[in-house]
């Protein structure tokens, strides 16, 4: 009998449980209904911005009143100053949810047809580059000298006396230059190419159709490249195709000795645009024909020694170089067209000399050894002390350098170069990117210590980045957008362009772990746009 009251006991107690639980549910559900829709808290701020409430892209110090994109009024792409607590502010890190901030949700800030000529209209890529003067130019030209090809069918020019009965009425000496050479006359102390350069469409055309009447090895290098002319005296450095767009480099190969990839070379031009750096020379994709177009033209007997037809019945050429250029290594064509990337090349250095320095952040190239910079954390105080990161922007171009080669995992950036004429003055050359974009579900850290280590950005990269990570102006639909133009489309793996986003996350991560301990925020951002805003 004990035991019969004990079990009707416990009934009737989960039956009444069961419904208390009911009643206070509804009661919360009628005064959610009840409370006006005016009291009600808003968080639409944040999902219209397309970045959640974790993100680092809010990340900053209180004390820091700063305003995504502060300086510009009027932009779809700015965001409220961040007021949550610093703990919260900086738990985005590697590998945290917080850095996944381009969920996409909803309409909110969305822009109506193309996000790349939006992205270039908006005023932090509008900023103006100082008046230049005779000594900011590279070259000098003589307005009075014209150029022309002899006849449709020549590839000869002939001398401006010759070719004064050969030129339109009307045209200036400028509009007779070719693509490449107008790009050389453009170069100056600030930016390798203007950021609205009517030129560019061309010049990628140019390098993706022009005709090619030479082919030879370039000396030097690890891998093979080849130097390829053009009609018009145009030359372009030919990297070939030796991954697919899938592969992934193996997680045991060391850096220095990974392929060059030529989709890399493609991505990172347009990377570096988008970025408004505009520090790599137009590069452009091209299909093509090994056997009429390298093996019958060349000129180069230590190339064409290295053709043969595989068991497959394709056309293969290995060349010579240090790694890679071997008949277990040759490049085929299918059965003789292979892709590859086709990179405008700089005026030679008899016309433009161009010096070497080698970075300061440099790896050790050996397999055990380790360079200083990973020893010591406080290796950027050396390096504020030597020339020329001593004095000038010389130091925040390199760590826009690092920037670039975190978004796109390159750790073999041993040196730069700069144009001789400018001095330290001047823009840092962003050559070399074929070890981009080698891995996408693994990312680098270590080529972030040049900012870790010295804290300092400059302003105008800053608001980029930040403009960047919003749903506006997502970095991984741009240079989508930016890619579907090229001959070779798709360029780049879906992944490598999701690991774009998130690598964004951690660059901005970065900064704001860097305001969070600043005495002085305006050394971490340092302001390189003054009144020119």
């Avoid at 110090?61 to 995504?68: C, E, F, G, H, Q």
């Avoid at 102390?189 to 090895?217: F, G, H, K, N, W």
């Amino acid at each position: 009998m004990r035991c019969r009251l004990q079990r009707l006991f416990q009934r009737k107690f989960k039956v009444s449980l069961l419904f208390l639980l009911l009643l206070a549910l509804l009661v919360h559900v009628a005064m959610d209904l009840a409370l006006p829709a005016a009291r009600r808290p808003c968080v639409c701020d944040a999902k219209a911005s397309g970045v959640p409430s974790g993100s680092p892209m809010l990340a900053g110090p209180k004390k820091l009143s700063l305003r995504i994109l502060q300086d510009f009024s009027g932009s779809n792409g700015s965001l409220e100053k961040s007021s949550q607590p610093q703990a919260v502010r900086l738990q985005a890190r590697a590998g945290d949810p917080g850095v996944r901030h381009q969920t996409g949700e909803g309409n909110a800030g969305q822009i109506k047809g193309s996000k790349l000529a939006a992205l270039f209209k908006h005023p932090l890529y509008n900023i103006p580059v100082p008046e230049l003067t005779e000594k900011d130019k590279l070259f000098v030209v003589n307005p009075m000298e014209k150029f022309s090809l002899h006849s449709s069918r020549s590839d000869e020019w002939v001398s401006s006396s010759k070719a004064e009965m050969l030129l339109p009425t009307g045209k200036t000496a400028y509009d007779t230059y070719p693509a490449w050479l107008k790009f050389h006359v453009g170069i100056n102390r600030y930016e390798l190419y203007p950021r609205q350069d009517p030129l560019m469409p061309s010049l990628l055309r140019d390098l993706a159709t022009q005709r090619i009447v030479s082919s030879v090895q370039k000396s030097g290098g690890t891998q093979l490249k080849l130097i390829m002319t053009f009609p018009n005296y145009g030359q372009a450095l030919f990297k070939p195709m030796k991954q697919t767009r899938d592969q992934e480099t193996p997680i045991d190969f060391f850096y220095f000795s990974d392929f060059e990839r030529h989709n890399a070379e493609i991505a990172a031009f347009h990377l570096d645009r988008i970025l408004d750096f505009r520090r790599i020379p137009p590069v452009s994709g091209r299909l093509v024909n090994i056997t009429k177009e390298i093996r019958d033209i060349t000129t180069d007997k230590k190339l064409a020694k290295t053709f043969f037809i595989s068991p497959a019945g394709n056309v293969c050429f290995y060349g010579e170089c240090s790694y890679y250029c071997s008949t277990e290594h040759a490049l085929c064509g299918k059965p003789d067209r292979l892709e590859g990337s086709m990179a405008t090349l700089l005026p030679d250095k008899t016309l433009a000399k161009r010096r070497s320095w080698r970075s300061p952040w440099r790896r050790s190239y050996h397999k055990s050894k380790k360079a200083e910079w990973e020893l010591n954390p406080n290796y950027c105080a050396q390096v504020r002390e030597m020339p020329p990161y001593n004095r000038g922007h010389r130091l925040l171009d390199l760590i826009d350098m690092t920037i670039l080669d975190f978004l796109m995992g390159n750790m073999d950036r041993h040196h730069y170069e700069t144009f001789e004429k400018f001095g330290n003055d001047t823009f840092l050359l962003h050559l070399d990117n074929g070890r981009g974009f080698g891995t996408h579900s693994r990312d680098e850290p270590s080529i972030l210590a040049p900012l870790r280590q010295c804290c300092s950005i400059k302003k105008s990269t800053y608001l980029r980045l930040q403009l960047l990570a919003t749903q506006p102006y997502r970095l991984s639909d741009l240079l989508r957008e930016a890619l579907a133009t090229d001959p070779l489309a798709p360029v780049l793996a879906e992944p490598h362009l999701q690991a774009l986003d998130r690598r964004l996350g951690k660059v901005l991560a970065a900064v704001g772990r860097c305001l969070a301990v600043a005495a002085h925020p305006d050394k971490v951002l340092v302001d390189d746009v003054g009144s020119r805003v």
